[in-house]
């Protein structure tokens, strides 16, 4: 069974930091880019960062650059969104995708930016 299950987000204060984790089972997630997107409140889902298979090349969006870093460890099939010096405008569900052999999305997890 294929899934993917999102987990780490939360409430945290302007300025703070959170780390957001994705678990992969049932394919193999070594061979898969892997992609974090979020959806604020009203709005289209957008997308954040992107690592390659190997992790190598990794690409983040201009708005978290120098803020958000993404990794992976594809010996625990995990990806992970580091959050630093969150802004109010950062709170969304924030999603992670898997690209290859099938294109998923997890179920989201919630973070919340506020005093």
């Known amino acids: 069974q294929v899934e993917v299950v999102e987990s780490g987000g939360g409430l945290v204060q302007p300025g703070g930091s959170l780390r957001l984790s994705c678990v992969v089972s049932?394919?193999?997630?070594?061979?898969?880019?892997m992609s974090w997107y979020r959806q604020a409140p009203g709005k289209e889902r957008e997308w954040v960062a992107t690592i390659s298979s190997s992790g190598g090349t990794r690409d983040v969006q201009d708005f978290v650059k120098g803020r958000f870093t993404i990794s992976r460890d594809n010996a625990k099939n995990t990806v992970y969104l580091q959050m630093t010096s969150l802004k109010p405008e950062d709170t969304a569900v924030y999603y992670c995708k898997t690209w290859a052999p099938f294109q998923l999305w997890g179920q989201g997890t919630q973070v919340t930016v506020s005093s």
């Open positions: 049932g394919f193999t997630f070594s061979l898969t880019a």
